[in-house]
C-alpha cells in the first residue's frame, strides 16, 4: 500500500522524472531505489533491486500517477509535467515510443529519443542559489533527453555528455530510469558510472565515480557560437506551445530524415560557417565507418558538439530555397552504389524514411520523392506509386515530346542520345511520374514500343560521368511545370479513339480537290497515300510517333497495302515535315486544318461510334 512520504520537493521547472527522484532521495536521505519503492514507480518489488523502466518517464499510468500522487503530494499537473508527455505533439519520437509502452511492450533504442538522461550543464545543476537547490542541485531537465538540444540557451554552453573525471558516458544501462539506484548518499549531480577497478564484480559495482558533475568545465572548441545559439533557440521555439503542434512535429521529421542523410554522405554536407567546428563530428562519424558498429545509420551522436555541426547542416539544407537542390548531393539511390558508403547503412536510412514518410512535411515529401522514389510503392515489393503534387494525370503526357520543349530544356543531353530518343525518353518518365509503376509500364500506356530496349539509362550514365546526376531530374522538372502551365489535353482518349481510324476517302477526295499541283511521277496511289497521310494525321492529332502510329484495318486485311504503307507512312510523313516537295508542301497546310478539327471532334466525342457519327456529317 502506497503512503504519503514523511517530505516531498516541489518540481522545479523543466524537470525531469529520474531528477526529481534523485534530488526528493537526496533530501530524504535515502537510496534512490527507496524513493522509486515506496512511489511505485518500480516493476520488481520483494527483496530484488527495484527495477524502473525509462517508460515512466515518457508518462506515468494511471495507477502508477494515482501512486506517485499519493506519495508525493504533487498534483496531477506537477507529476505530469516531470514526464515527456506534454512535449509529445511537437516531438514525434516521443508519440512512437509511447504507442509502443501503451501496448505493454519493451521500447527499443529509438535514434531520436535518449532512453535517459544522456546530456546535462553543469550551470544548471548547480542551482539558482536557493537553499534547496544549493543543497540537493539544480534540475535533471526533460529537453536533455531530446538529441536536437545540445547547448542550454541560458548558460549559453554545449551540453556536456561524459563526466569530467572518468570520461565514461552518464546514460547508464539502457532502459533503467536510475543508473545503480540502490547507491545511497550520492549527490544528484554526482556521477554514477562505476569504475574499472575492482577486484570483483560486486566491488566494481559498488565503486563509484562519483565526480560531480555541477562544476566548473573546461568547454572544449570555445563557448556556443552564434550560429549554433540560433539554431538551438529556433528548437526551443519549435518545442513550445506558441509553435503550432504540426509545424513543430513536421520540422522535427524532415530535421530527423536529413540528418540522418548528412550522417551518411559525411562530410559532403559538413558546414562552412566560421563558428562551427567539425573537428569533433569527424571524429565521432569517423567511428561509425566500422562495419562492426551496432548504431543505426541515423542515430545522432550523444556528444553534443558533433551532433549541433550536423543538426546545424541539416537545418541548413531544410531552409533552402530549393530544396530538391540542397538534397540532390545526398540522395541515397546515388550515393547507394557509386559512394563506397555500405549498402546497409543506406538501407537503414530507407526502412525510416519508408515507416515516417507520412509525418514528413509535404514540402520535403515533395523533394525527397524524386531522389527516393522507390520508397512510394504498393505495400512490399509492390510497383512504384505516382508521385504527389502533380498538377497533370498521366493521360495528359504526349507519347512525343514538343519539339519546342525539347529543344529549350534537353538540349545538353543531345551527347547522350538523338533527339528523338530524348523526346520519347522524356514522356516516358513525365508518365511515370504521373501513372507510377515502372518504365516499361508507363511507355505502354503511351502506346510507345520499346522492343526490348530500354530508357533513361544513356542520359543517366552521361550525366553522371558529366558529375551532374541530377541534371535530367531537373530538366524533367522543367518540362513538368511547362506541361502543367500549358492547356490539359487527354491524349489518352484521342489515342484511343482513333486506334481504328482511317481518313476517309471522300475526305481525302475534297482534300485533293483544293489542291492545284498534280503529284509527280512518283505518285504513289491513292489508297496507298491516303493511308499513310492517316498516320500524319494521327501523329498531329495524338503527339505520337510515326512508328507506334496503330496499322489502319485496311492494311491490315491486305497484305499489299500492308507491305506499302510500313514505307509510305515514314516517307509521305517525312516530305510533309520536310515541306519541299512541292505536291506535299501544297497539302500540308490542307492536312493539318483537317488535323485540328479531328483534334476538336475527338476531343467531344465519347466513343468511336460518337466519333464516326460527327465526322460523316
Known amino acids: 500500500m502506497i503512503t504519503p512520504l514523511p517530505r516531498s520537493l516541489d518540481p522545479l521547472a523543466g524537470e525531469l522524472l529520474a531528477g526529481y527522484v534523485m534530488r526528493l532521495a537526496h533530501r530524504l536521505d535515502v537510496a534512490p531505489d527507496t ?38 503530494r504533487l498534483t496531477e499537473a506537477e507529476a505530469a509535467a516531470l514526464t515527456l508527455l506534454p512535449l509529445a505533439p511537437r516531438y514525434p519520437p516521443i508519440v512512437h515510443s509511447l504507442n509502443v509502452a501503451r501496448t505493454g511492450k519493451r521500447i527499443p533504442a529509438l535514434d531520436w529519443l535518449f532512453p535517459a538522461a544522456a546530456r ?91 565526480a560531480r558533475l555541477d562544476r566548473p568545465q573546461p568547454e572544449p572548441g570555445g563557448p556556443l557560437p552564434s550560429e549554433l545559439a540560433a539554431l538551438q533557440m529556433k528548437i526551443t521555439a519549435m518545442l513550445s506551445p506558441d509553435t503550432p503542434a504540426v509545424t513543430a512535429s513536421e520540422y522535427f521529421t524532415d530535421l530527423q530524415m536529413v540528418s540522418g542523410l548528412v550522417m551518411i554522405t559525411w562530410p559532403k554536407a559538413r558546414p562552412s560557417a566560421p563558428g562551427v567546428d567539425t573537428h569533433r563530428t569527424d571524429l565521432v562519424l569517423a567511428g561509425r565507418q566500422d562495419p562492426s558498429h551496432s548504431l543505426h545509420a541515423s542515430a545522432p551522436p550523444q556528444d553534443a558538439r558533433a551532433c549541433a555541426s550536423i543538426l546545424f547542416a541539416a537545418d541548413a539544407i531544410l531552409t533552402a530555397a530549393d530544396l530538391r537542390t540542397a538534397l540532390a548531393p545526398l540522395a541515397p539511390v546515388e550515393n547507394r552504389t557509386r559512394s563506397g558508403i ?80 530524348l523526346r520519347r525518353t522524356t514522356s516516358t518518365f513525365l508518365a511515370r511520374r504521373a501513372l507510377g509503376r515502372t518504365v516499361p509500364e508507363a511507355a505502354e500506356f503511351l502506346g510507345i514500343r520499346l522492343a526490348g530496349h530500354g530508357l533513361g539509362g544513356p542520359i543517366n550514365r552521361w550525366a553522371r560521368r558529366q558529375g551532374t546526376p541530377e541534371a535530367y531530374e531537373r530538366a524533367l522538372d522543367a518540362i513538368a511545370a511547362e506541361l502543367a502551365s500549358s492547356p490539359l489535353i487527354d491524349y489518352q482518349h484521342r489515342r484511343t479513339l482513333l486506334v481504328d481510324w482511317a481518313l476517309p476517302p471522300q475526305a481525302w477526295r475534297q482534300i485533293a480537290d483544293q489542291l492545284e499541283r498534280r503529284p509527280s511521277p512518283r505518285y504513289i496511289s491513292d489508297d496507298r497515300a491516303r493511308l499513310a497521310v492517316t498516320v500524319y494525321l494521327w501523329t498531329q492529332v495524338t503527339q505520337g510517333e510515326t512508328q507506334f502510329a496503330p496499322k489502319p484495318t485496311e492494311a491490315r486485311n491486305a497484305p499489299e497495302l500492308d ?49 464516326t457519327h460527327s465526322l460523316a456529317n
Not at 504503307?565 to 500540308?588: A, S
Open 35 to 72: 524513493v522509486l519503492r515506496r512511489t511505485g514507480l518500480v516493476d520488481i518489488q520483494a527483496n530484488t533491486q527495484a527495477v524502473t523502466r525509462t517508460a515512466f518517464s515518457l508518462e506515468l499510468p494511471a495507477q502508477r500517477m494515482n501512486d506517485f500522487l499519493t506519495a508525493t
Open 342 to 421: 555500405e549498402p546497409k547503412r543506406h538501407r537503414s536510412w530507407d526502412s525510416t524514411y519508408r515507416r515516417y514518410q507520412d509525418e514528413c512535411s509535404e514540402r520535403f515529401r515533395n523533394a525527397a520523392e524524386y531522389l527516393v522514389s522507390t520508397h512510394r510503392r504498393r505495400g512490399r515489393g509492390g510497383s512504384r506509386l505516382p508521385h504527389r503534387g502533380l498538377d497533370y494525370s498521366p493521360q495528359h503526357v504526349p507519347a512525343f515530346l514538343p519539339l519546342e520543349w525539347a529543344e529549350t530544356h534537353l538540349g545538353a543531353f543531345t551527347e547522350a542520345c538523338s533527339m528523338s530518343v
Open 563 to 611: 507491305a506499302s504503307w510500313r514505307l509510305d507512312r515514314f516517307t509521305i510523313g517525312h516530305w510533309l515535315r520536310q515541306n519541299k516537295v512541292p505536291f506535299y508542301r501544297q497539302m500540308k497546310p490542307l492536312l493539318d486544318a483537317y488535323a485540328t478539327q479531328l483534334a476538336r471532334t475527338v476531343d467531344t466525342a465519347r466513343s468511336t461510334r460518337q466519333l
Open 120 to 210: 546535462y550543464c553543469p550551470d544548471c545543476l548547480t542551482g539558482d542559489g536557493t537553499s534547496l537547490q544549493t543543497d540537493h542541485g539544480g534540475p535533471w531537465k526533460t529537453d536533455w533527453r531530446l538529441p536536437v538540444v545540445f547547448a542550454c540557451s541560458g548558460h549559453q554552453r554545449f551540453l556536456e555528455h561524459a563526466c569530467p573525471d572518468c570520461r565514461e558516458s552518464i546514460s547508464g544501462r539502457p532502459g533503467v530510469l536510475i543508473p545503480r539506484p540502490t547507491i545511497a548518499g550520492l549527490h544528484p549531480a554526482q556521477c554514477r558510472a562505476p569504475l574499472a577497478h575492482g577486484s570483483s564484480p560486486a566491488r566494481r559495482a559498488a565503486q563509484l565515480c562519483g
